[in-house]
C-alpha cells in the first residue's frame, strides 16, 4: 500500500466503519430485507452518488445503474433530492479523493449483492446493477485508482488536501445517510 492509499485509508477509517453501520444501508445484509428496505437504501445512495459524479463531470458508469435500478423499483431519479454540503472538488488530489470515496463503497455493494438476489430476486441484469457494478471492470478501475492516487497526489500537501476532502466527503455521506433515516 502506498502512501496516499495508505493516508486515505487512516484518515478515513472511524467514518468509514460508523458508515458501515448506517440504519438505512444495514438491511441490505438483512435476511428479512424488504423492497421497502432496499428501495430508501437506493435512493440514499443515489442522493450521494448523484451530486458528486455531477462535480466529477460524469456518472463514473455506475451511477447510470443506480438510475436504472431506481427504474425498476418505479422510482423517479430526477425527482429525488440529493446531499449538499459536498467539500470543495477542483483539484486533482480533490477529485481523486472523491473517486476513492465512491469507487471504495463499490466493494460494499458487491458484499451485499447476494442477500439482495437472495431477498428480493434482484441481479447484474435488472434491479441489482449498481451493487454488481454490472458492465464495469471494477477491479481494474480500482487498480488504475490506486495507481493514479500514488502517481498524481505524490506530496504531503497533496495528501493532506486529499485526506481532508476523503474525510469531509464522507462526513457529508453521513449526514446525509443520517437524514435518509429521518425521513
Do not use: K
Not at 144 to 160: G, M
Amino acid at each position: 500500500m502506498g502512501p496516499t492509499r495508505h493516508a486515505l485509508r487512516a484518515a478515513t477509517q472511524a467514518i468509514h466503519d460508523r458508515l458501515d453501520r448506517a440504519p438505512v444501508l444495514r438491511p441490505l445484509t438483512a435476511p428479512d430485507l424488504t423492497m421497502e428496505d432496499y428501495r430508501a437504501a437506493l435512493v440514499a445512495l443515489h442522493g450521494v452518488h448523484a451530486p458528486v459524479e455531477e462535480r466529477l463531470g460524469g456518472d463514473g458508469g455506475r451511477l447510470a445503474l443506480l438510475r436504472a435500478d431506481l427504474g425498476d423499483l418505479g422510482v423517479d431519479a430526477a425527482a429525488l433530492p440529493v446531499m449538499v454540503g459536498l467539500p470543495d472538488l477542483g483539484g486533482t488530489a480533490e477529485r481523486l479523493a472523491a473517486r476513492y470515496v465512491l469507487d471504495g463503497s463499490a466493494h460494499g455493494g458487491r458484499a451485499m449483492l447476494p442477500n439482495v438476489s437472495r431477498a428480493l430476486g434482484f441481479d447484474a441484469a435488472r434491479g441489482a446493477r449498481f451493487l454488481a457494478s454490472a458492465g464495469i471492470d471494477a477491479a481494474a478501475g480500482w487498480r488504475d485508482l490506486l495507481a493514479r492516487l500514488e502517481a498524481e497526489i505524490a506530496t504531503p500537501a497533496a495528501r493532506e488536501r486529499a485526506c481532508a476532502t476523503a474525510v469531509g466527503l464522507f462526513t457529508a455521506i453521513e449526514d446525509w445517510l443520517g437524514r435518509c433515516r429521518r425521513a
